[in-house]
């Protein structure tokens, strides 16, 4: 030291000139001694728990700061300099990690006294290190604020890694046998989930780097070691399965004590010890420990497997090794000894065993033994159960059985049996007679003994039974089983006279039944019923049910027939009470009845007369025969019934001033004449009932007495509502008027109306079907039958079909008439119809395709009313219908030939004008002509023109009310042609024209070509007439012959659907 002051004291010397320091020259030894002082870091303390990792190297937890305490050499008491995120360089350095911790958010640094310091290393900078991937091991340089920097650093090792969890033991056991400890490892899930993100990297558990744990039986070894690692990151993470024995399934574990954790519960491990469950184990523990990749160990934890006591031989079986068995319990396991088995329990000191006797079929228990002490409780005379508690030496049980006894009791089993019988007494496995039976019954016979009231017969009587019960003491009771006696009636005719076979009649006692069915007979008499004797009066009915005649079985009863004189009764009737009146005749002072019943004696006869309505006629009897309205029923011996059928005939109403009324009145009815006979002419009038239109109530015939007949409703009202079948045979329906905007004057049609002969209608006016408006049902006019001169304001002058409209024969509505067809509706032609036309069809709507006519009708037999009054619809036969058919007119420019030149040059140069109408089919202009040579030919379609025609669909007609097909409206279609050829120095010659026209003929169907006068211009008029068809098609050449050449043009017409 005294050197080292020398060296200072020196060394200083100048800066004692300079600064005259009155420190130093008032204690030069001390100035010198503080600036000689050596500061320094002596060791330090982590306060956190921790361990050594494999290397030794201390490791904490991540979950909490770590405060490090730093005892350091400071004998004067210098101030630090503390790092600050300002300044932080040079003090505590950390030169093992990249990037470099900052203070402040990953470690700090304070004084905490003179010679202390603490060094604290946050949680997140723990936690980016975890698992030991990282050195924190500080270089720690010491500062003083007098700007000293003292040279000794101080440095140690540290690292941060949560040591792996101890887990809660559970002790259990294997659910097989024989049973073993088994040790439940149970982790906190919580903590086996914790996650930090080491480095820069993603959250992982903190325990991830867990692997293997090591289970140290006593003190003996050092322990087996497994690996046990994670599966997987997330919250269904847990470990890795085992691929050794020790550790087992939760499957395979069960409670001991205590309860174990649920099979879906994770973080459970189950370790199978080799220690069985039994008694003479001595006691044994387990340490189980954790350990990780970097060697950290967990803290021990440890299980511990008492001692188990001694055991005692418990044994039982059945004495004699007959009737029955014992059952002994212990712990819940049980084992069973019969006949000549013997079992045994082991069990330990302090035990209790249960026992249960078990008598077979007909055995009860006698009596229990034991070898030493006696039983807890149970094990008396006659009881099934005996208990052994608190056993400390080996013991034997014999349970010993016996046969049972029980007594039999007698039940009449029915109130209205007698008699009495004592109770018989049995032992179980020996045979023995039942009592015979002392009980009766009236009208019954004994059929055996039954166990139950309504059972049937098990025993008969006096059987010898045995083993009725296996109850002790037991009482079976058997019930008497009665059968009721049988016994036959035997019928008896009683009388000479009567005549019949009948069989027996079997009965049982208290059943009731109807006798049978007397099966005698005696002419002239009825059968009353039954007597007891021959003399007897009636004592049952025919068929009376009866019961219980004799108590006696199988008795007979007889029973007599008793006869009484018989009467008759005759019903008469009109069949379906309709078309007239039946009368009787009966009886010694004679009258007419015409009630429907008469009481005739046997063998006495009835007469009857039946009389028609008008309209009527006779038809049939039936229960009497007769071909005329009087019949005879002879000999009555039986009810007879007598029925006359009338039938429907012809009513002759002739004529006469209220023959209107009484055509509506018989017409109206719903049941009567089928024909109607007329004649001359039935007029309306003003009378009350005499006008009016009439109702068919009835299917129908009106025909004429003579030739004809007619029905004049004198324009007071419509003629017929045809509600039913109506057929008109030469009868002149006329003057019918419907007022307002009803319909059908003549007919209002909803069921059929057939007009036959020379029925017509005529003069009959209404809104809609002047003539006929067909509703609902069928118009068929046949024969000549005809509809003329009726009228509608409305539509259907002479028919309005909104229904079905038939025709053929001569019949014909005339043209003056229409016959107006509803949407859907045509005439149905049913055979060839002669008149052309038969009818003029007025369709609801005029459309291509419109069905007019159907069956075999023919275009000629009808006319159809033009649209608006002048527009004519094509029509025609086509598949099977008349009906709307457009057909399309086609005129076609097919080529031009040069016949001969007739120039200077030997070629002609040709160009022209077509029209057809006022449109231009082709046209050549003269400044591009077709130069041609004799016999050359153009082609208009060869030379790529194609459309060089005109084509136009027609629906109707006349032409005039077509537009734009003419320029101004005609009945005619214009056909021009102009041939010209060109001429380089005179005027152009005129080779040729043609004007003509096309008509058409509606009636016939078809058009006519025709020059519109004299041609002129070279036109040889070679084609003054040409007419085209239906479906036809006419080619025709127009020949042009002048001095300037000769020329053809050649022409197609068609004129097709």
């Known amino acids: 030291m005294k050197r080292l002051l020398k060296i200072l004291t020196a060394a200083v010397a100048v800066i004692v000139l300079f600064t005259a320091c009155q420190q130093f020259l008032d204690n030069p030894e001390d100035f010198l001694s503080y600036w000689a002082s050596e500061v320094f870091i002596k060791d330090h303390s982590i306060s956190s728990a921790h361990r050594p990792d494999k290397a030794g190297v201390p490791c904490v937890g991540s979950s909490a700061e770590v405060p490090i305490t730093l005892s350091v050499h400071n004998p004067k008491g210098f101030s630090f300099v503390m790092p600050t995120s300002l300044a932080p360089a040079g003090i505590v350095e950390f030169k093992e990690l990249s990037p470099k911790p900052e203070v402040g958010t990953h470690y700090k640094l304070e004084r905490t006294g003179s010679g202390t310091l603490k060094l604290t290393y946050k949680k997140e900078f723990l936690e980016k290190y975890e698992q030991g991937s990282g050195s924190l091991n500080p270089t720690i340089t010491l500062k003083a604020k007098d700007g000293r920097v003292f040279k000794k650093t101080y440095t140690f090792g540290i690292k941060s890694n949560t040591p792996p969890p101890k887990p809660e033991i559970i002790i259990a056991k294997t659910n097989t046998s024989p049973s073993k400890y088994v040790l439940c490892l149970k982790f906190d899930p919580d903590e086996m989930n914790n996650k930090v993100a080491i480095g820069s990297g993603p959250q992982v558990p903190v325990h991830k780097d867990i692997e293997k744990i090591t289970i140290k039986k006593d003190s003996s070894n050092n322990g087996s070691s497994y690996k046990l690692l994670y599966n997987g990151n997330g919250v269904n993470s847990n470990f890795q399965t085992f691929d050794v024995d020790s550790f087992i399934t939760h499957g395979a574990v069960a409670k ?66 007959e009737g029955g068995s014992i059952t002994g319990t212990y712990n819940s396991a049980s084992q069973i000894a019969s006949e000549s088995t013997v079992q045994t329990f082991n069990v330990p000191s302090g035990s209790m065993v249960t026992f249960t006797a078990q008598p077979n079929a007909g055995w009860e228990v006698d009596s229990w033994t034991i070898s030493t002490d006696s039983f807890t409780s149970g094990g008396g ?81 006096q059987q010898s039974v045995s083993n009725l019960t296996t109850t002790a003491n037991d009482t079976v009771n058997l019930y008497a089983k009665w059968t009721a006696n049988t016994y036959k009636v035997c019928f008896n005719k009683n009388d000479s006279n009567a005549s019949g076979i009948m069989n027996d009649q079997t009965f049982t006692y208290d059943q009731s039944k109807p006798l049978t069915a007397n099966g005698f007979t005696k002419t002239g008499y009825t059968f009353t019923g039954w007597a007891t004797s021959a003399g007897g009066s009636v004592q049952y009915t025919n068929q009376q049910s009866v019961s219980n005649l004799t108590t006696v079985a199988n008795g007979t009863v007889n029973l007599y027939a008793k006869w009484t004189a018989n009467t008759y009764t005759v019903t008469f009737r009109v069949a379906d009470g309709k078309g007239g009146t039946l009368k009787a005749n009966y009886g010694s002072n004679p009258s007419t009845m015409t009630s429907t019943t008469v009481q005739v004696t046997n063998g006495d006869s009835v007469s009857f007369t039946a009389t028609p309505d008008e309209g009527w006629e006779f038809d049939s009897w039936t229960g009497v025969s007769s071909l005329s309205t009087t019949a005879t029923l002879s000999n009555v011996t039986g009810d007879k019934t007598v029925t006359v059928k009338f039938k429907p005939g012809v009513f002759d109403l002739a004529g006469g001033p209220d023959a209107w009324k009484r055509l509506k009145k018989e017409v109206e009815k719903t049941e009567g004449a089928h024909t109607i006979v007329i004649s001359g002419e039935i007029t309306a009038t003003n009378d009350p009932g005499n006008n009016g239109k009439i109702s068919i109530r009835r299917e129908l015939i009106i025909k004429s007495s003579g030739s004809s007949a007619s029905l004049n409703a004198n324009n ?166 008349v009906k709307f058919v457009p057909a399309k007119l086609k005129v076609t420019f097919n080529k031009i030939k040069c016949v001969e030149v007739e120039d200077a040059s030997s070629e002609a140069e040709y160009y022209w004008t077509m029209k057809v109408g006022k449109y231009v089919i082709a046209e050549r202009p003269s400044n591009s002509v077709w130069d041609a040579k004799k016999g050359h030919i153009y082609e208009f379609i060869e030379n790529g023109e194609y459309n060089k025609y005109f084509n136009w669909d027609f629906s109707y007609f006349p032409i005039s009310e077509i537009p734009d097909i003419n320029t101004t409206p005609k009945n005619y279609i214009p056909v021009y042609i102009n041939i010209m050829e060109y001429d380089k120095s005179d005027p152009d010659d005129h080779i040729g024209t043609t004007e003509a026209h096309l008509t058409y003929d509606y009636d016939n169907d078809q058009w006519k070509w025709e020059y519109d006068g004299s041609q002129s211009h070279g036109n040889q008029e070679s084609n003054p007439h040409i007419t085209i068809g239906d479906g036809g098609e006419e080619i025709f050449t127009e020949e042009y012959r002048t001095n300037d050449g000769d020329t053809d043009v050649t022409i197609t017409i068609s004129w097709k659907e």
């Open 716 to 881: 007071l009202s419509g003629i017929f509502d045809v509600n039913n079948k109506l057929t008109l045979e030469n009868i002149t329906l006329k003057n019918g008027t419907e007022p307002g905007n009803r319909t059908g004057a003549g007919a209002y049609v909803n069921s059929t109306l057939i007009m036959k002969g020379s029925s017509a209608i005529t003069n009959c006016s209404a809104h809609k079907g002047g003539g006929v408006y067909v509703n609902n049902g069928t118009l068929i006019m046949q024969d000549s039958s005809t509809i003329s001169s009726c009228t509608a304001t409305d539509k259907g002058s002479g028919v309005y079909v909104a229904g079905t409209f038939e025709m053929k024969g001569n019949a014909r509505v005339n043209t003056n008439n229409d016959v107006y067809l509803e949407s859907g509706k045509s005439i149905t032609v049913t055979g060839s119809l002669s008149h052309h036309p038969a009818a003029r069809i007025t369709p609801n709507s005029y459309t291509n395709g419109r069905v007019l006519a159907t069956g075999a009708a023919e275009k000629a037999n009808f006319k159809v009313t033009p649209q608006d009054g002048n527009k004519y619809w094509r029509f025609k036969k086509q598949g099977g219908e």
């Open 256 to 321: 001991l004590t205590e309860d174990i954790p649920a099979a879906q519960d994770k973080w459970v491990l189950y370790y199978k010890t080799n220690i069985i469950i039994a008694n003479g184990n001595p006691q044994t523990s387990y340490t189980i420990t954790l350990s990780d990749k970097e060697g950290v160990v967990s803290d021990e934890a440890v299980a511990t497997i008492k001692a188990s006591d001694p055991t005692h031989t418990v044994t039982f079986s059945v004495a004699g090794g």
């Open 381 to 461: 005379t006659g009881e099934t159960s005996a208990t052994l508690s608190n056993i400390t030496a080996p013991k034997t049980v014999t349970v010993r059985f016996k046969k049972i006894t029980y007594k039999v009791r007698f039940n009449k089993n029915d109130s209205n049996a007698s008699g009495n019988m004592d109770d018989q007494s049995f032992t179980y496995g020996q045979s023995q007679q039942l009592t015979a039976n002392g009980f009766t019954k009236t009208g019954y016979t004994f059929a055996g003994w039954a166990k139950s009231a309504n059972g049937t017969v098990q025993y008969t009587n």
